[in-house]
């Protein structure tokens, strides 16, 4: 299997696989996941059936946030291998089909980027210096910070530079993260360069890490209220730091970069704003191609709150870009957990952390997930793992945790074991040749591996498998907006996308098909004809028929 070129509209309705390349697969046996890992398992995720897969920062980084503190935006870190790796890692996935989306982080830097060092060691004023957020700290002895904003990984989003000078800096992540100024001269010409140096090596896209907050207010006003400090600031208009209109002007110089190559090359964005009316800002054909949709990260398992996601999500875009779907990352309790604690928003899932959880439920429910999110017009992400039905690992002793994200404690590692790849009696299932990988695995996993579930009829891993032919089998060009409803009671979704219908059961009782259901795929087990409680099944619909009940 190969694409096809001349498609420039694939990612409109791709399956896009989420790498998180130090967890995928490890070539060297250093505990580590890295390119050789990743090159030797592309069979893996051909056969799977993705179309494209984003990877996760590969840069060099001293790794005080997973890879997301760069310091060379053109290089590839030695611990995942080297820039000849990853030229075979983009050959190779061409060749067996699966497009490549890199990770793109413009919003920071690491304090360790030639950039920052220079500008630190510049006296204050040199142009040098604005390339980052510099200001003096307030007070007398200037050990206030310059203004209230906070880091997202907690306590104030300001460091001094020195322990007496008067000089602090920004960094609305780590400290090690410092934000870059978008209004320095030069920046844009140097991502414009950073841009093209992986387009001429053949990346197909990137993804855009924290894509809403690049611009902030020159003035850097305190924010106001207690309110306006949340993540979601985007509801106010003109926040001083999140989803600001200058940041789309950005994205427009770029997609003239992406459109200058043939085949075009693709955005998509991840941009934390409030609804998909300003989400919709950064999408156009002069601006971004697409954005994630985080809307069933905190989506309650409950027909009426999810049909009120996905319509919403519909509505809210019109024709101007495709629908993506997300149900996990590297940055959320995983779905499977989420799901079987029935928590109603991602919040509070956070707070239920380590709490009992039935996991036979929400591994019930996330394989029901999967046909619904797979079934609906537009692109799907599968976050590596998700298609082993793998849960959240909350049990992590604290002294093996890495993650700097404080504000969500204990951290995001729980998301980001090792994958595990064959029952050998390692630790680690098979992730790599040592006992066990950077991050410990539970010693359960060996019977979710990949190996275990591979040929099962029963696995999550077959369910995906089919998902993704039937998928490709039946969809027809021009589906990627179309959406018909079947009403069929409170806790049913039910709904017909070109040939392919979904029904999914999140009721009690269970729900019976019409006798003569041409049933392709249930999550279910069990007569093919009933739709039984936290199921979903697959429907082919020749002819845009409705015979589902
Ligand atoms: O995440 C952006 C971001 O806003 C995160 O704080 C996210 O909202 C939070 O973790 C949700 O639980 C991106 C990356 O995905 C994340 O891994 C990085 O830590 C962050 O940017 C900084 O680069
Ligand atoms: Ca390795």
Redesign the pocket.
Known sequence: MSYDDADHDWWQHAVIYQIYLRSFADGNGDGIGDLTGLRQRLPYLHELGVDAIWI?PWYPTPGV??G??VSDYCGINPEYGTLADADAVIAEAHRLGIRVIADL?P??TSDQHPWFRRAAAAEPGDAARDRYWFRPGRGERADQPPNNWQS??GGPAWTRLTPDGPDWYLH???AG?PDLNWTDPQLAGEFDAVLRFWFDRGIDGFRI??AH?LSKDPQLPDLLAEDEQT?LGGAQQGHPHWDRDETIDIYRRWRAVADSYDPPRVFVA?A?VEGTERLRRYLSPDALHSAFNFGLLGCPWDAAALRREIVDHLAGLGRTAPATWVLS????IRHVTRYGRAQTS?DEA?QRYGEPVDLDLGRRRARAAALLTLALPGSTYVYQGDELGLAEVEDLPAAVRQ???AS?APG?DGCRIPIPWAPDGTPSHGFGATDRGWLPSPPGWAGLSVAVQDGDPDSSLTLYRTALAVRRKLRAPGDEHDLHWFEAGPAVLAFRRGALGCVVNLGAEPVRLNAGANVVLSSGSGDPGVVEPDTAAWVHLPAGGDELF
């Open positions: 996760t946030d997973g997301y503190d982080v919003n920071h997202l990984f609305l992540f780590a993260q890490d924290v907050g993540l991840e934390w990352n590297h940055d959320v991602l956070r993650d700097p994200n969500e995001r």
